[in-house]
């Protein structure tokens, strides 16, 4: 059963331009959403959050939104550079369950220079 | 400040075998997990620390995964015996505070052991 979907493998933006990462979930209890990015042989690293209180989040060129009702969220990255080619992974928790994430399964995103 | 420490970073066995994955968290990090990806798939939790206490092994096949904290710091994580179908990215994460709203329960991953099961 998965809980967190991310339905587009991959995405191929140039550099540039926006790209927007979807993100759909399905249990109603999540009320913490996290985006995070991971190159090659390294660990996912951190990206932004937003909690279920807001409906969007900014942080520099990435902004995450987020749409309760339809149990949807999505990263925009506003200029898109080839630095941000990359696997970007959503994830959702449930405030005092003990921080437990639970992850999609990820979105290749490819910025073409 | 280092990152998450993991070793080995790759690791090749046979079916039956077993094998051991090391990982130091952030100094300071209470919180330390303990998660498997699959190829193609999201990392998921198999088991998540308190210092040196099991918080959640809902998703740990105990039957032939074990892992310990012992002294609240760095972790192992063994399985024995190995399957196919064990062959992933075992990533260890850690965090300050176990509660997952604001920065003290940001999750901190290290880079992972590769571990193909032959």
């Known amino acids: 059963d998965q809980q967190v979907k991310q339905n587009s493998p991959s995405l191929s933006v140039q550099e540039g331009r926006i790209s927007i990462l979807n993100c759909d979930y399905t249990?109603?209890?999540?009320?913490?959403f996290l985006w995070y990015k991971k190159y090659p042989a390294e660990g996912p690293t951190f990206l932004i959050s937003?909690?279920?209180?807001?409906d969007k989040n900014e942080d520099g060129r990435f902004t995450v939104f987020l749409n309760k009702s339809a149990k949807h969220l999505s990263l925009h990255i506003v200029p898109s550079q080839p630095g941000d080619s990359a696997v970007y992974f959503c994830?959702?928790?449930?405030?005092?369950?003990?921080?437990?994430?639970?992850f999609g399964a990820g979105t290749i995103l490819r910025v073409k220079s | 400040e280092a990152g998450v420490a993991q070793s080995p970073r790759y690791k090749i066995i046979e079916k039956r075998q077993s094998v051991a994955f090391w990982c130091n968290p952030i100094?300071?990090?209470?919180?330390l997990y303990w998660y498997q990806q699959i190829l193609g798939q999201g990392p998921k939790l198999l088991i998540q620390?308190?210092?040196?206490?099991?918080?959640?092994d809902s998703q740990l096949p105990k039957d032939r995964f074990s892992a310990e904290r012992l002294k609240g710091v760095d972790s192992t994580l063994k399985i024995q015996p190995a399957k196919l179908e064990d062959s992933a990215v075992y990533l260890c994460?850690?965090?300050?505070?176990?509660?997952?709203?604001?920065?003290?329960?940001?999750?901190?991953f290290g880079p992972g052991t590769r571990l193909t099961v032959l």
């Open positions: 937003i909690s279920s209180i807001k």
């Open positions: 994460a850690s965090s300050l505070e176990p509660q997952g709203v604001g920065p003290q329960g940001t999750q901190y």
């Open positions: 620390f308190q210092n040196n206490g099991v918080v959640d």
């Open positions: 249990n109603s209890m999540f009320d913490y």
């Open positions: 994830a959702a928790s449930v405030t005092g369950d003990g921080n437990k994430l639970v």
């Open positions: 100094s300071g990090h209470a919180t």
